[in-house]
């Protein structure tokens, strides 16, 4: 069964740590894309990769930083983490190849709160 | 510039009713169009997909058609169950080989027996 694996369901960080998220696919896909969602908002877009060491900004990247030094692997970073940044993270992979698009495999979410 | 949107929730049902959760969009090109759902404290599956004008996306009893008309996809089941309630996300591509995704704000559905 293919998955998008996201290393940690909750997360509880202090304001002004340095919080990594990871995420990893084992679908050789060559896009992957971090969202957050919060209620009434839906999902924005932070920060996606079409290959390795590519990155591409989103929506609202501000306060985030990314990193993907391997193909299954997709690292988001808070630099400093803000109580305004307290959200479900959502990671996503798609493959870049396919001849009609079948949209996104997602990973269960990391809730992370800032306190 | 490319957007969606969705009736807001909470949609409130007794099984066995007829749902409609209504999405309309707006986009440069020819996008395809996807119904994303969630269910609680689960990440986003996809439930069903159409890539061209007049194309109908189903799957386990939800349906939506690619109105090019009404710019519109509109999610429908003919009975619910309990077992839907869940949050659903229309969303729209218009490249498909980055496949960036642009999502609407989600409707909530609760099904009640």
């Known amino acids: 069964d293919v998955k998008v694996t996201q290393s940690s369901r909750y997360l509880v960080k202090r304001t002004g740590e340095k919080v990594f998220l990871e995420c990893v696919q084992d679908?050789?896909?060559?896009?992957m894309f971090w969202y957050r969602q919060d209620p009434g908002l839906g999902l924005r877009l932070i920060y996606f990769?079409?290959?390795?060491?590519?990155?591409e900004k989103g929506d609202i990247p501000e306060g985030y930083s990314v990193s993907r030094e391997k193909k299954e692997r997709f690292s988001l970073i808070l630099e400093s983490a803000s109580t305004n940044q307290t959200s479900m993270y959502l990671c996503?992979?798609?493959?870049?190849?396919?001849?009609?698009?079948?949209?996104?495999?997602f990973g269960s979410g990391t809730r992370l709160t800032v306190v | 510039g490319n957007s969606v949107t969705q009736m807001e929730g909470p949609v409130t049902l007794s099984e066995e009713a007829f749902l409609t959760i209504n999405c309309t969009y707006t986009?440069?090109?020819?996008?395809?169009l996807f119904w994303y759902v969630q269910y609680p404290g689960e990440g986003l599956q996809l439930l069903l997909k159409?890539?061209?004008?007049?194309d109908k996306g189903s799957n386990k009893g939800f349906e939506a058609t690619y109105r090019k008309e009404t710019t519109s996809f509109h999610l429908e089941k003919g009975s619910v169950q309990v077992s839907d309630s869940a949050v659903y996300f229309c969303?729209?591509?218009?490249?498909?080989?980055?496949?960036?995704?642009?999502f609407g704000t989600g409707t909530r559905l609760q099904v009640f027996p």
């Open positions: 679908m050789d896909h060559e896009n």
């Open positions: 986009a440069t090109g020819y996008p395809s």
């Open positions: 990769s079409y290959d390795v060491k590519m990155k």
């Open positions: 996503a992979s798609s493959s870049a190849w396919t001849e009609n698009p079948y949209g996104y495999t």
């Open positions: 159409a890539t061209k004008a007049d």
């Open positions: 969303a729209l591509s218009v490249s498909y080989n980055t496949d960036k995704l642009i």
